[in-house]
């Protein structure tokens, strides 16, 4: 069955950078775009980045655009976030979600935890 | 900007009972690609409905989504203890992919 499992979340300072990962298991993920959503403690969901099945369409949201990158290896299955520039308010957790043609997010995973904390 | 306003932000209903939770969005929704996800506590979304009205692998019956455009709504007929959470809904046709701010339905 589908499986997404986030990985590099911790404790960082303001101003520095981190790397998340999401493992992709169960279905063929170079067929289908990803995105990152973000949830601070307490706060809804906040929609971060999507990258299209081959990596050539990447959207942001305003929030994180020219600070956060996300990338993909289909070959590994891998999906990436790349924050720099980090700051209080980024401190989340991180979910990676599946997105299938004609479809909304329809497979999450359990999300890693960002705190951005001096 | 595009904004996607649910009300109420809390609904207070007791099992059994029939509940209303509205979604309206500042523009209209192309094609209606508007979605439904459920939250419980420490959980991840979980998605409900797409395409406004389309119900997702495995979802209940009791679960309905309706409307078009800008006016979008998601009801459950007869409430299960375990229906009690958050709930948002989402525009995926487009970036950027916003979500409401999410309604909170809490036992009575």
């Known amino acids: 069955q589908v499986h997404l499992v986030e990985s590099g979340g911790g404790v960082v300072q303001p101003g520095t950078s981190l790397r998340l990962s999401c493992a992709a298991s169960g279905f063929t993920f170079s067929t289908v775009g990803m995105h990152w959503v973000r949830q601070a403690p307490g706060k809804g969901l906040d929609w971060v980045a999507v990258?299209?099945?081959?990596?050539?369409?990447?959207y942001y949201a305003d929030s994180v655009k020219g600070r956060f990158t996300i990338s993909r290896d289909n070959a590994k299955k891998m999906l990436f976030l790349q924050m720099n520039s980090l700051t209080t308010e980024d401190t989340a957790v991180y979910f990676c979600?599946?997105?299938?043609?004609?479809?909304?997010?329809?497979?999450w995973g359990q999300g890693t935890l960002v705190t951005v904390s001096s | 900007e595009f904004v996607l306003t649910q009300s109420p932000d809390t609904l207070s209903l007791s099992p059994g009972e029939r509940a209303t939770l509205s979604c309206r969005a500042s523009?209209?929704?192309?094609?209606?690609?508007l979605g439904w996800y459920q939250q419980k506590l420490g959980q991840a979304p979980r998605l409900l409905i797409y395409g406004a009205s389309t119900r997702a692998t495995g979802v209940p019956d009791r679960f309905s989504g309706s409307g078009s455009g800008t006016d979008f709504t998601l009801t459950i007929s007869r409430l299960e203890p375990e229906d009690f959470a958050v709930y948002y809904c989402?525009?995926?046709?487009?970036?950027?992919?916003?979500f409401g701010q999410g309604t909170r339905l809490e036992i009575k």
């Open positions: 979600a599946r997105w299938s043609p004609l479809l909304p997010l329809d497979y």
């Open positions: 990258i299209s099945y081959d990596g050539n369409n990447k």
């Open positions: 523009q209209s929704v192309g094609s209606n690609y």
């Open positions: 989402q525009r995926y046709g487009a970036s950027p992919y916003i």
